[in-house]
């Protein structure tokens, strides 16, 4: 391994995943910007990790967001069919 190699993998973490997300689906975000921004030397290729990894912390809230909202609206149709209530002209 060259003295760069062990310099740019001892700086660039790890792939920050959740074990239910896809490293590929990461890889391909971060390869992707590695392909428009073309940095050249460490720094700049820690800006692209650093870019990666915000843009999935962003995918990862907008899913989190999804979801939590969902659950919420299933629980809400839940706890109206069990106790038979009418939510017609709530909102939820």
Do not use: C, H
């Not at 790890?14 to 689906?25: A, F, N």
């Not at 870019?51 to 899913?63: N, S």
């Amino acid at each position: 391994m060259s003295k760069a190699s062990q310099v740019s993998s001892a700086l660039l973490p790890g792939v920050p995943l959740l074990i239910t997300e896809s490293k590929d689906e990461f890889e391909r975000i971060r390869e992707a910007l590695d392909y428009q921004i073309k940095p050249r030397g460490i720094i700049e290729q820690i800006y692209v990790e650093d870019i990666a990894y915000l843009v999935w912390e962003i995918l990862r809230l907008r899913r989190s967001k999804t979801a939590i909202i969902n659950i919420r609206t299933g629980f809400i149709r839940f706890v109206a069919y069990t106790f038979n209530l009418d939510i017609s002209q709530r909102q939820m």
